[in-house]
C-alpha cells in the first residue's frame, strides 16, 4: 500500500501485483505505449482516461 500525505490529507493506494508490474515497466521505460504495457502484462490495452 502506498501513502501519500498532500496538505496534510492522508491518500491511500490498494495496488496489486500487476500494478507494481505496470509501475516497473514505466519506470523502466518512461516512453512505454499502453499496447507494450498490455503485451508485457498480459491483459488488454489500457483505455484512455479521456475516452472512458
Known sequence: ???FAL??????Y?????DY???RLMQDNARINN???AR?????PFCD????
Open 14 to 18: 490498494n495496488l496489486d501485483h500487476v
Open 7 to 12: 496538505d496534510m490529507t492522508k491518500i491511500e
Open 21 to 23: 508490474k505496470i509501475l
Open 1 to 3: 500500500m502506498l501513502i
Open 40 to 44: 508485457e502484462t498480459q491483459y488488454g
Open 35 to 37: 499496447a507494450d504495457i
Open 49 to 52: 482516461i479521456r475516452a472512458c
